[in-house]
């Protein structure tokens, strides 16, 4: 039995169509009720309800599983508690493996989710859980957010320089890569850097999505305090709006480079997904 914490995000819900379609008897920890019921349309026949800031909940879960994969919430100020809560329920249920959704570079100490990322590593290494880590580079799949404003504006506005060079991945190939490392002891026991072939800027991005959209798309450098305006006006937290613009800061000065698919690709036993590929796929499916 495998138990997911963290179901459904945008690493959570390709895992799970992954395993469910390898025949993986698959638990979530689910904290809504919306959730639930989508967890449950995709297939997932045990679904949890609980919150992984109760321990009891935590620890209900966790009961008769041998197989953990703890996928952390975006920008939680405690998301370093939230990890120590499911590895220290994963400790006393006496798990057999821990897989960890962390970030490429989470030795970042100036951006908050990457640092705690790092901290809940660091605790990992501390049990004598058999633990593997899997540090992904930036999700292509994160255009959805301004995929809308693309199609209505022709412009692909992110907030720091169109310039800056990012690796990018495709969720599905991160999926696939953790199901394996779920499913086949023979990857466990390692920290893998994930990412995919392509370094591009987002200039680069919009000249690739221009040519699969059939219409001219340009990548433009959005004004940090308007991204602070839009993310106070939908309740973000000031620790989310700080490490978010932390992140910004940082990408706008280094970007997210260089990121190699060595590893990646020797997990999937095949090239990982370029970015048009991705592009292609994403406008056939997002384009009426
Ligand atoms: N975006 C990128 O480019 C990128 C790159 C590298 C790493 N990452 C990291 O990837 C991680 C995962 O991202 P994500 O978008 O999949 O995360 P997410 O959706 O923010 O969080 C994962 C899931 O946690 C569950 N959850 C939320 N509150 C809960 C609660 N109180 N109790 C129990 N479960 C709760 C939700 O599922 P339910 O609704 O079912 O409860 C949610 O879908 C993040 O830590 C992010 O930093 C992101």
């Known amino acids: 039995m495998i138990l997911i914490v963290g179901p459904s995000g ?38 949890v309800r609980g919150d992984f800031r109760n321990t009891n909940d935590v620890k209900r879960a966790m009961s008769g599983v041998d197989n953990v994969c703890l996928i952390p919430p975006r920008f939680q100020e405690d998301e370093l508690d939230i990890g120590k809560r499911v590895v220290d329920a994963a400790v006393g249920e006496g798990v057999s493996h821990f897989l960890f959704s962390s ?15 790092l901290r809940l590593e660091e605790y990992l290494i501390n049990t004598d859980l058999r633990v593997s880590v899997v540090q992904p580079s930036m999700f292509m799949q994160n255009i959805r957010v301004e995929w809308p404003k693309v199609l209505e504006t022709g412009l692909y506005a992110r907030p720091y320089s169109p310039d800056s060079l990012m690796n990018v991945i495709d969720t599905g190939d991160l999926a696939a890569a953790m199901a394996r490392i779920l499913l086949e002891p023979a990857f466990q026991g390692a920290s893998y850097e994930l990412c995919g072939a392509d370094l591009l800027s987002h200039t680069q991005m919009a000249e690739i999505i221009s040519g699969e959209l059939g219409r001219k798309v340009t990548a433009v450098q959005r004004d940090l305090s308007d991204w602070q305006a839009w993310a106070r006006d939908r ?18 000065t280094h970007g997210y480079k260089y990121g190699n698919d060595i590893i990646l690709k020797a997990i999937l036993g095949r090239p990982p997904t370029t970015y048009r590929e991705f592009i292609r796929r994403f406008v056939a499916a997002n384009t009426s």
Do not use: F
Request: charged share 20%; proline share 1%.
């Open 103 to 117: 970030a490429y570079h989470a030795q970042m100490e100036d951006l908050g989710h990457h640092w705690q990322k």
């Open 10 to 47: 945008a690493v959570g819900l390709p895992l799970i169509q992954e395993l469910l379609r390898k025949n993986a008897e698959v638990r979530a920890l689910s904290s809504s009720d919306v959730s639930a019921a989508h967890l449950r349309d995709l297939g997932v026949a045990d679904v």
């Open 235 to 252: 309740n973000w937290t000031v620790y989310a709006i700080d490490t978010y613009s932390a992140m910004c800061r940082h990408y706008d």
